[in-house]
Protein backbone atom coordinates (compact mmCIF):
# COMPACT_ATOMS: atom_id res chain seq x y z
CA UNK A 1 0.00 0.00 0.00
CA UNK A 2 1.12 3.45 -0.63
CA UNK A 3 -0.56 6.56 0.65
CA UNK A 4 0.30 9.61 -1.26
CA UNK A 5 0.03 13.27 0.22
CA UNK A 6 -0.18 16.13 -2.00
CA UNK A 7 1.41 19.84 -0.79
CA UNK A 8 1.53 22.93 -2.57
CA UNK A 9 -2.04 23.98 -3.45
CA UNK A 10 -3.27 27.39 -2.92
CA UNK A 11 -3.76 30.45 -5.04
CA UNK A 12 -1.48 31.57 -7.57
CA UNK A 13 -1.71 34.61 -9.94
CA UNK A 14 -1.97 34.51 -13.62
CA UNK A 15 1.25 34.21 -14.82
CA UNK A 16 2.81 33.57 -11.89
CA UNK A 17 4.36 30.25 -10.66
CA UNK A 18 3.65 26.97 -7.73
CA UNK A 19 4.93 23.87 -6.89
CA UNK A 20 3.59 21.23 -6.04
CA UNK A 21 5.27 18.18 -4.23
CA UNK A 22 3.61 14.81 -3.77
CA UNK A 23 4.95 12.42 -0.91
CA UNK A 24 4.81 9.21 -0.50
CA UNK A 25 4.57 6.62 2.62
CA UNK A 26 4.20 3.38 2.65
CA UNK A 27 6.14 2.23 -0.16
CA UNK A 28 9.50 3.31 -2.07
CA UNK A 29 8.38 5.28 -5.19
CA UNK A 30 11.34 4.44 -7.14
CA UNK A 31 9.41 1.42 -8.61
CA UNK A 32 6.47 3.37 -9.69
CA UNK A 33 5.58 5.60 -12.72
CA UNK A 34 3.90 8.34 -11.21
CA UNK A 35 1.57 11.04 -11.98
CA UNK A 36 -0.71 14.47 -11.97
CA UNK A 37 -4.16 14.88 -12.91
CA UNK A 38 -6.49 17.37 -12.74
CA UNK A 39 -10.10 18.29 -12.15
CA UNK A 40 -11.91 21.44 -12.61
CA UNK A 41 -15.32 22.10 -11.04
CA UNK A 42 -18.27 20.49 -13.39
CA UNK A 43 -15.12 18.75 -15.62
CA UNK A 44 -13.82 15.18 -16.01
CA UNK A 45 -10.27 14.34 -14.71
CA UNK A 46 -7.56 15.18 -17.03
CA UNK A 47 -4.30 14.24 -17.63
CA UNK A 48 -1.25 16.80 -16.83
CA UNK A 49 2.02 15.07 -16.60
CA UNK A 50 3.66 11.78 -16.11
CA UNK A 51 7.47 10.31 -15.38
CA UNK A 52 8.83 6.98 -15.48
CA UNK A 53 10.47 5.51 -12.44
CA UNK A 54 13.93 5.99 -13.68
CA UNK A 55 12.39 9.81 -14.67
CA UNK A 56 14.20 8.97 -17.98
CA UNK A 57 10.96 9.70 -19.65
CA UNK A 58 7.84 11.98 -19.51
CA UNK A 59 4.68 13.20 -21.03
CA UNK A 60 3.01 16.16 -20.65
CA UNK A 61 -0.53 16.88 -22.04
CA UNK A 62 -0.35 19.86 -24.77
CA UNK A 63 -2.06 22.43 -22.38
CA UNK A 64 0.61 22.75 -20.05
CA UNK A 65 3.66 21.82 -22.18
CA UNK A 66 6.18 23.94 -21.95
CA UNK A 67 4.81 25.49 -18.74
CA UNK A 68 5.05 22.60 -16.33
CA UNK A 69 7.69 20.49 -15.28
CA UNK A 70 7.35 17.08 -13.19
CA UNK A 71 10.30 15.60 -11.55
CA UNK A 72 11.20 13.08 -9.33
CA UNK A 73 13.89 12.55 -6.31
CA UNK A 74 13.40 8.91 -5.12
CA UNK A 75 15.82 9.11 -2.61
CA UNK A 76 13.20 12.01 -0.74
CA UNK A 77 10.22 9.85 -1.88
CA UNK A 78 9.01 12.83 -3.66
CA UNK A 79 7.61 14.00 -7.18
CA UNK A 80 7.19 17.38 -7.90
CA UNK A 81 4.60 19.31 -10.33
CA UNK A 82 6.65 22.99 -11.29
CA UNK A 83 3.65 25.37 -12.73
CA UNK A 84 5.33 28.50 -14.38
CA UNK A 85 3.29 31.19 -16.58
CA UNK A 86 -0.14 29.85 -14.55
CA UNK A 87 -3.27 30.99 -16.43
CA UNK A 88 -6.97 31.17 -15.04
CA UNK A 89 -7.97 27.48 -16.51
CA UNK A 90 -5.40 25.61 -14.81
CA UNK A 91 -7.76 25.81 -11.32
CA UNK A 92 -8.93 22.63 -10.16
CA UNK A 93 -7.53 20.17 -7.62
CA UNK A 94 -4.56 18.51 -8.54
CA UNK A 95 -4.00 15.12 -8.00
CA UNK A 96 -1.35 12.58 -7.91
CA UNK A 97 -0.97 9.06 -8.77
CA UNK A 98 1.29 5.81 -8.85
CA UNK A 99 1.15 3.18 -11.27
CA UNK A 100 2.76 -0.17 -10.37
CA UNK A 101 4.43 -0.46 -13.82
CA UNK A 102 6.58 2.39 -13.71
CA UNK A 103 6.21 3.79 -16.96
CA UNK A 104 4.97 7.17 -18.00
CA UNK A 105 0.88 6.72 -18.21
CA UNK A 106 -1.70 9.49 -19.48
CA UNK A 107 -4.55 7.07 -18.54
CA UNK A 108 -6.03 7.83 -15.08
CA UNK A 109 -7.32 4.64 -15.04
CA UNK A 110 -4.00 2.69 -15.67
CA UNK A 111 -2.52 4.08 -12.05
CA UNK A 112 -3.10 2.03 -8.79
CA UNK A 113 -2.84 5.08 -5.64
CA UNK A 114 -4.05 8.25 -6.09
CA UNK A 115 -3.63 11.16 -3.34
CA UNK A 116 -6.33 13.29 -2.08
CA UNK A 117 -5.92 16.21 -4.25
CA UNK A 118 -4.55 19.82 -3.69
CA UNK A 119 -6.60 22.99 -4.62
CA UNK A 120 -5.00 25.31 -7.07
CA UNK A 121 -6.39 28.56 -7.84
CA UNK A 122 -5.28 31.18 -10.22
CA UNK A 123 -7.00 34.44 -10.35
CA UNK A 124 -6.49 36.78 -13.97
Not at 42 to 55: D, L, W, Y
Not at 67 to 76: E, L, M, Q, V
Not at 85 to 96: K, Q, S, W
Not at 97 to 118: K, P, V
Request: proline residues 2%; glycine residues 12%.
Amino acid sequence: QVQLVEFGGGLGQAGGSLRLSCAASGRTLSTFGMGWFRQAPGKEREFVASISQSGGSTYYADAVKGRFTISRDNAKNTVYLQMNTLHPEDTAVYYCAANFNGRAITISRRYDFWGQGTQVTVSS
